[in-house]
C-alpha cells in the first residue's frame, strides 16, 4: 500500500480470521442453487459445483488482498511507525508473515484450479448409472473443502501474528511529521499523563498506580509567542530503572518514540514521599533518554513537591543544576504550580 496517509498508516488495516472467512464463503456458495436448464442431473451438478468452486476462491482471494492492500508498506513509513513494529513484534518477522500470506493466495488458487479442472474432466458415459458420476462429484466436492478446510488451518497461525500486530499498531496515534514534538517522559507514577492532560486536548489515562499508560498519546498546543503555531505533546508510558534488554514493550516504545520523533522533552522526576524509585534510579533513567535524544531540549520537572520528600529533592535538584546546567522547574501538577514556567520554557525552546 503506498502511504499518501497523514498520520497513523496502521489506521486502515484489517484484522482477518481465515477459518471464519472460509466458513462464511462456504456457507455463502452453499445457497446458491442448481441451475434452471434442461441438461441432466449430472451436468447440473457440475454445473453448481464449478460456481461453488468459483464462488470461494474469489471470496476468499478478494478478501486477502484487501487485507495486504490495507497493510503499509514498511518500507515507506515514518521511521516512528517502523520502530513501533520492531518493539512489538520484529520487522523481519513481520514481513516474512506477510509474504506468507501472499503465498496463501496462490495456494488457494492452484487448489481451486486444480479442483475446477477435476470436475470439468468427470466424463460421463451411457454404460455406468448416473448416480455413479453424481457420486463422483460430491466426492471432488468434499475432497476440495476438506483441503481448503486444512490449508487454511494450517496458516492461520501467520494470521495469528499478523492480527496481534495489527491490533497494536492501529491503536497508536497518528504523527504529524509538519509538526514539533515535545515528549513528556520519566518515572512511572511521576505524573506524566496529569502533565499532558492539563497542557492539553489530549486523552490521558491518570491513576495512582505506577504503569497506568501503556500506550503514546498525542496532544496538542498553541503557543503564545508566535501566532498560529502549535506543537505535538507526547504521553509516554513510564520508564523503570532497568536494563536496556530487560525492558517492558511499552517502554521499549517510550524510548523509540524519543528517538525517532521528538525534538525535544520533558522530564519528570517523582520527588514525592510516594516514589516509587530513589533519586539514584531516577537519575539512571533521566541519562538512558537523553542517550535517546537527537538534540539538547530538555526541560527537567520536579514533581509533587505538595508531597515532597527532600532528600530526593535535593539530590535531583544538585544533580541537574550541577552535571547538566539547566534550571528544573518544581511542579506541583496536581495542584497546577509551575505549569506556567513549563509553558514559558516550551515557548522558549519551541516559540
Ligand atoms: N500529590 C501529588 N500527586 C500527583 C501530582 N501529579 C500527579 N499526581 C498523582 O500521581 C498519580 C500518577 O499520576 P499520572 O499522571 O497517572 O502519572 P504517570 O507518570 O502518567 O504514571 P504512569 O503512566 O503510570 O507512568 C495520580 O494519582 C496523580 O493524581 C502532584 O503534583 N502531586
Ligand atoms: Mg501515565
Excluded at 512489538?88 to 493466495?105: A, N, P, Q, V
Excluded at 495469528?160 to 515528549?183: G, V, W
Aim: some cysteine; charged content about 25%; hydrophobic content about 40%.
Amino acid at each position: 500500500m503506498s502511504n499518501n496517509i497523514k498520520g497513523n498508516p496502521f489506521k486502515y488495516a484489517i484484522t482477518i480470521d481465515p477459518k471464519q472467512l472460509l466458513e462464511t464463503a462456504v456457507g455463502r456458495s452453499l445457497k446458491l442453487s442448481l441451475p434452471k436448464i434442461k441438461t441432466s442431473k449430472t451436468e447440473r451438478l457440475r454445473i453448481l459445483l464449478l460456481n461453488r468452486i468459483r464462488y470461494i476462491e474469489k471470496n476468499l482471494v478478494t478478501n486477502l488482498l484487501e487485507f495486504l492492500r490495507r497493510i503499509p508498506d514498511l518500507d515507506n513509513t515514518h521511521e516512528f511507525y517502523r520502530a513501533a513494529v520492531d518493539v512489538y513484534f520484529s520487522i523481519d518477522e513481520f514481513k516474512k508473515t506477510l509474504g506468507r500470506i501472499s503465498g496463501t493466495i496462490r495456494v488457494i488458487e492452484k487448489l481451486s484450479e486444480e479442483y475446477l479442472r477435476n470436475i470439468r474432466g468427470i466424463k460421463v458415459n451411457i454404460y455406468l448409472p448416473e448416480t455413479f458420476f453424481v457420486r463422483h462429484l460430491k466426492k471432488l466436492w468434499r475432497q476440495y473443502l476438506a483441503r481448503m478446510n486444512s490449508f487454511i488451518y494450517e496458516i492461520s497461525e501467520a494470521f495469528d501474528y499478523l492480527n496481534s500486530a495489527i491490533k497494536k499498531l492501529k491503536a497508536l496515534p497518528d504523527y504529524n511529521p509538519e509538526l514539533e514534538t515535545i515528549i513528556v517522559c520519566g518515572p512511572p507514577n511521576s505524573g506524566k499523563s496529569s502533565l499532558v492532560g492539563k497542557l492539553s486536548n489530549a486523552r490521558v489515562q491518570i491513576a495512582e498506580y505506577p504503569f497506568t499508560t501503556k500506550n503514546v498519546v498525542f496532544g496538542h498546543i498553541k503557543l503564545r509567542s508566535r501566532f498560529e503555531k502549535t506543537i505535538q505533546i507526547v504521553d509516554t508510558p513510564g520508564l523503570f530503572d532497568r536494563p536496556l534488554g530487560d525492558r517492558k514493550k511499552e517502554e521499549l516504545l517510550t524510548l523509540q518514540s524519543i528517538r525517532t520523533i521528538a525534538n525535544g522533552v520533558i522530564f519528570l522526576f517523582d520527588c514525592s514521599v510516594e516514589r516509587t524509585l530513589s533519586a539514584e534510579q531516577q537519575i539512571r533513567i533521566y541519562q538512558e533518554v537523553t542517550s535517546f535524544l537527537r538534540n539538547s531540549k530538555i526541560i527537567a520537572g520536579l514533581n509533587k513537591i505538595d508531597i515532597m520528600d527532600e532528600k530526593v529533592y535535593n539530590a535531583i535538584y544538585d544533580f541537574i543544576t550541577r552535571d547538566i546546567n539547566i534550571k528544573p522547574i518544581p511542579l506541583s501538577i496536581k495542584q497546577s504550580i509551575g505549569l506556567d514556567q513549563i509553558l514559558s520554557e516550551i515557548e522558549r525552546l519551541f516559540g
